[in-house]
């Protein structure tokens, strides 16, 4: 097997690899601020459901979630939710990486929003802004800049994360190696694939160390 | 208190409409009437040859994909492939995703108490793979004892490299990266199936490698796996018995090379 | 008519009674400082007029109109603590200085001017209005108040700079900006000067001096004893959440009646002459 066919091969798994990478950021970056309104509310219930579900969701294994969103509903309730869509493997991988990425981003984004002190809210109060107004005119923009680094460091291990999506048979830049490795008795495309990662991280640290200069033109 | 209440009827209002949700859609009916119903046969398999793998083309070929083809072809279904992870074999079958492992699937004792098997089709056997410069060493089961041998997680190698060699167990994920683990040394021999031996051993990274033919295991057989109580292993065996009869599984087996192991 | 009206404000958190029942009044233009070692309730008071905190008992009116009271208050359907819109346009009429400043670190100096002016107008808009609200006429007029402001606080050249480029007594001065463009009736200051160094506290009081001199009401919690006697109408001592004494700049200062008041000055004296460079 030559190097080309190798490359093209896992390119074809490493597509897979950026869809879900990106599809989850897209989905997990809103939900976690929906999250993390949840575990702020004044309203008890909620609040205890919410730390509950992200308690439950960053103590157990990615793995497992990804087993139980894709196998449960087949096996208990006779209904493989998941056979509906051509490509429903992914879509349930998809599934349980926005929960589990949204959990942990809601995180950071408590953290972010409780270091705000309450002297800024104060100040918006006083010149009679509302509680919208106050939240995504004042807070939001300087929760940003302090959650760019915990962030970064999530947003880089998702990238390596969407390898677990092979459990349950997602094709991923991976499982597309260890299809090689079985098929053709070649174990460097393994190590090649490595390579894919690497560089991707790279481009992102570049990117979030772009990010982190933009919005150094301020300090707290 | 009040808002007590409320949660805990929130939850249940959740927990009860999800159930609801998932449950609309079971029917009673048996295994083969939903296979037979659906029109299509999901077969469950992982990529090796010669039993299911890739041509220069692009399609997938191999001994059992051209036999699950004819055997669907006989019921009137479809015969569909997806590729799983060996590990979730028996998850996979009993969440619905595939309707039967279908991928040089070894019989045994512990396994059909999970599984429903058909007749076997295949004669196979465990082997024993070593690093070539060491093969004139292994000369009986006697001298594998206390050595580590890889095998893959819950394969029949496991339980040869366990009951018979009495072997230290270094556990993989796959067969392959137990042929791995031998090339890199962290292991001194691998336990894997025969056929697949026969077509990895000696190739690409493998090359290395070579079958220590003088350690003898247990024979064994391949079957087809069903849920546990279906009524198609029964109607797959009817379909296999005309595929004997009139010659067209002998026909694929001499085409991959494994006619020597057909079961009659 | 007094221009605002305190009567029987009284405010306890848990069990600590913090304010016990304050009355005073203000006339337009004029300026009140309060002083009063920490701990009296002063800043709760002033938290109380700009609705931060809510009065348990008592009444504020502002040019005769009741903008609060307190019984009726805990009597009420919807409480003004949950009203949000009535709430932000009662906070209106008074404008608030922090002793921290709170200027928004993301904004520039004009953002931290404008922000709140240009939502309020946005907020009346319709949705495609609001896309081109920056090139209306009441975004120029909103622009030119807050440069105009900004003049005078004596900070238009540094019109663009961050907070964090400033130094303490310049971040306070366009924190009185901020609050001086949204037209307080009534501008409160709480200890605009205890968090920045003797040196820079000079330009601060200067700015509100100027503010005097053009009829601004203000009403002024401070520390800075000879500030209060030179730009005050009328000073109040509190003590233990009560008015101990009230009175003007020379009652106050110059034959204080309560035993309480003199104990307090004479403490103050000693410290302000140990630190002998006083601004100004």
């Known amino acids: ?220 | 208190m009040k808002r007590k209440i409320l949660a805990i009827v929130l939850v249940l209002v959740l927990t009860v409409s999800c159930i609801a949700v998932f449950a609309a859609c079971s029917k009673d009916q048996t295994d083969a009437e939903y296979i037979l119903g659906k029109k299509t046969l999901v077969c469950g398999i992982t990529l090796y040859e010669p039993m299911n793998y890739f041509n220069e083309d692009g399609d997938l070929i191999g001994f059992d994909t051209e036999f699950a083809e004819a055997v669907a072809e006989k019921l009137g279904v479809e015969a569909k492939f997806q590729v799983i992870k060996w590990s979730s074999k028996e998850i996979e079958l009993n969440s619905k995703y595939i309707d039967c492992i279908w991928n040089g699937f070894t019989v045994n004792d512990e396994r059909k108490q999970n599984i429903e098997f058909t007749q076997s089709y295949l004669n196979n056997s465990q082997c024993v793979v070593v690093k070539a410069a060491n093969l004139s060493a292994y000369t009986s089961a006697a001298y594998c004892e206390g050595k580590k041998a890889a095998v893959e997680t819950g394969s029949a190698g496991e339980t040869a490299a366990d009951e018979t060699l009495k072997a230290t167990i270094v556990p993989c994920a796959a067969q392959t990266n137990a042929l791995t683990e031998v090339m890199s040394g962290s292991a001194d021999f691998a336990v894997v199936d025969v056929i697949l031996a026969n077509s990895m051993v000696g190739k690409g990274d493998y090359a290395g490698l070579a079958v220590a033919t003088s350690v003898a295991l247990e024979p064994e057989e391949y079957a087809i796996g069903f849920r546990k109580g279906s009524d198609m292993a029964e109607k797959v065996n009817g379909a296999i018995k005309e595929l004997l009869a009139d010659g067209t599984l002998q026909t694929i087996a001499e085409k991959y090379g494994v006619a020597g192991q057909l079961i009659k | 008519m007094a221009i605002l009206e305190v009567k029987g404000i009284k405010k306890s958190f848990g069990s600590t009674n913090v304010l016990k029942g304050i009355d005073f009044s203000l006339e337009k233009g004029e300026v009140i400082a309060i002083i009063g070692s920490s701990g009296s309730g002063k800043t709760t008071l002033l938290r109380c007029l700009n609705f931060l905190e809510f009065a348990d008992e008592g009444t504020i009116s502002v040019n005769g109109e009741v903008l609060y009271d307190g019984v009726a208050e805990s009597s009420a359907k919807k409480k003004l603590k949950n009203d949000d819109k009535r709430l932000r346009k009662q906070r209106l009429h008074f404008g608030l200085v922090f002793q921290n400043f709170n200027l928004f670190p993301h904004k520039s100096v004009m953002g931290n001017l404008m922000l709140a002016p240009v939502l309020q107008a946005k907020s009346e808009l319709s949705f495609m209005e609001r896309w081109r609200f920056e090139k209306s006429d009441a975004y120029a007029a909103i622009r030119e108040k807050a440069l105009a402001t900004l003049k005078r606080v004596g900070l238009i050249e540094k019109k663009d700079s961050y907070p964090c480029e400033l130094s303490g007594g310049q971040q306070q001065r366009v924190a009185i900006a901020r609050a001086l463009v949204m037209n307080p009736d009534i501008l409160c200051f709480d200890e605009p000067t205890s968090a920045l160094d003797p040196e820079l506290t000079g330009e601060v009081l200067k700015v509100i001096r100027e503010l005097k001199d053009s009829s601004t009401t203000m009403i002024v919690v401070t520390h800075e004893m000879e500030f209060a006697r030179d730009v005050a109408d009328k000073v109040i001592y509190m003590a233990d959440g009560v008015i101990e004494e009230a009175g003007t700049p020379e009652e106050v200062f110059g034959s204080p009646k309560s035993e309480r008041t003199k104990a307090f000055l004479a403490s103050r004296k000693n410290a302000a002459a140990i630190q002998e460079d006083k601004p100004e």
């Open chain 1, 1 to 220: 097997m030559k190097f080309i066919d190798v490359t093209l091969q896992l390119l074809d798994g490493f597509g897979t690899t950026c869809l879900l990478f990106a599809l989850t950021l897209v989905f997990a970056l809103p939900l976690g601020l929906l999250i993390c309104f949840g575990s702020m509310t004044k309203f008890k219930p909620l609040r205890y459901l919410t730390r509950a579900f992200v308690w439950i969701i960053r103590g157990t294994p990615l793995m497992l979630q990804l087993f139980v969103v894709f196998y449960v509903p087949g096996m208990l309730f006779d209904n493989p939710i998941f056979s509906q869509f051509a490509n429903g493997r992914f879509v349930a991988a998809l599934v349980a990486f926005v929960i589990n990425y949204a959990c942990y981003f809601s995180e950071i984004y408590r953290g972010g929003i409780e270091s705000i002190s309450k002297g800024q809210y104060e100040a918006c109060a006083v010149l009679g802004m509302t509680k919208g107004q106050t939240f995504f005119h004042v807070v939001l923009p300087q929760v940003v800049k302090r959650i760019v680094p915990p962030m970064s460091n999530e947003i880089i291990t998702l990238v390596k994360d969407t390898s677990l999506a092979r459990v349950i048979a997602v094709i991923d830049i991976v499982f597309a190696a260890e299809t090689i490795l079985s098929l053709k008795a070649l174990i460097w495309p393994l190590f090649y694939a490595g390579a894919f990662y690497l560089i991707f991280n790279g481009l992102l640290t570049l990117l979030f160390g772009f990010i982190e200069k933009k919005l150094s033109y301020y300090k707290v």
